[in-house]
T-cell receptor
Framework: GAVVSQHPSWVICKSGTSVKIECRSL??????MFWYRQFPKQSLMLMAT?????????EQGVEKDKFLINHASLTLSTLTVTSAHPEDSSFYIC???????????????FGEGSRLTVL | SQKIEQNSEALNIQEGKTATLTCNYT??????LQWYRQDPGRGPVFLLL?????KEKRKERLKVTFDTTLKQSLFHITASQPADSATYLC??????????FGAGTTVTVRA
């Protein structure tokens, strides 16, 4: 199957700093990538849809200025958590589907996730 | 509102038995439903997809059923093994391209 790589796998930062998480599709081009957030024992919550070459589409309640998404190439999307606070501590996961988001079946290939802890 | 509910948060079974997980949904009319496996601290991994016109789908020791009348999917792990211990998520795509997930059921298989 397709491989999605996410980096870093974990990060600890001080409150007020910004953290960047990278998501790469290693063996395919992804015009669309998705960013999820997951709290312990809870479902994956879609934060935003990252579109190559255009602005990301954010879900209701997700602050676009807080979670900056850049999808500058067909294989790389980044999520930057700006001015992070302890409540931003979570597990962030990116995903992509082959050929973009509007596939016939749309199974997603996920990165390994990034555990963010804000002190 | 749209909901995806997985019947139980945790399921403990003896090795060799069959685990059955339930996924119920409301206010969706999905063309297909997907199941994923998630290990602790890892991203989900796609397992199976079943379309609305398919009643049953199998992959090795996994079996999925899809009843659009009941708005329910059942996920079976037969001849379970300790290595099957993980959280299993159902997911469906309603009218747009976004995939929505249930909260998951954590399966623990005892040796």
């Amino acid at each position: 199957g397709a491989v999605v790589s996410q980096h870093p796998s974990w990060v600890i930062c001080k409150s007020g700093t910004s953290v960047k998480i990278e998501c790469r599709s290693l063996d395919f081009q992804a015009t669309t990538m998705f960013w999820y957030r997951q709290f312990p024992k809870q479902s994956l919550m879609l934060m935003a849809t990252s579109n190559e070459g255009s602005k990301a589409t954010y879900e209701q309640g997700v602050e676009k200025d807080k979670f900056l998404i850049n999808h500058a190439s067909l294989t790389l999307s980044t999520l930057t958590v700006t001015s992070a606070h302890p409540e931003d501590s979570s597990f962030y996961i990116c995903s992509a589907s082959l050929g973009g988001g509007r596939q016939n079946t749309g199974e997603l290939f996920f990165g390994e996730g990034s555990r963010l802890t804000v002190l | 509102s749209q909901k995806i509910e997985q019947n139980s948060e945790a399921l403990n079974i003896q090795e060799g038995k069959t685990a059955t997980l339930t996924c119920n949904y409301t206010n969706y009319s999905p063309a297909y439903l997907q199941w994923y496996r998630q290990d602790p601290g890892r991203g989900p991994v796609f397992l199976l997809l079943i379309r609305e016109n398919e009643k049953e789908k199998r992959k090795e020791r996994l079996k999925v059923t899809f009843d659009t009348t009941l708005k329910q999917s059942l996920f079976h792990i037969t001849a379970s093994q300790p290595a099957d211990s993980a959280t299993y998520l159902c997911a469906l795509r309603p009218n747009d391209y976004k995939l929505s997930f249930g909260a998951g059921t954590t399966v623990t298989v005892r040796a």
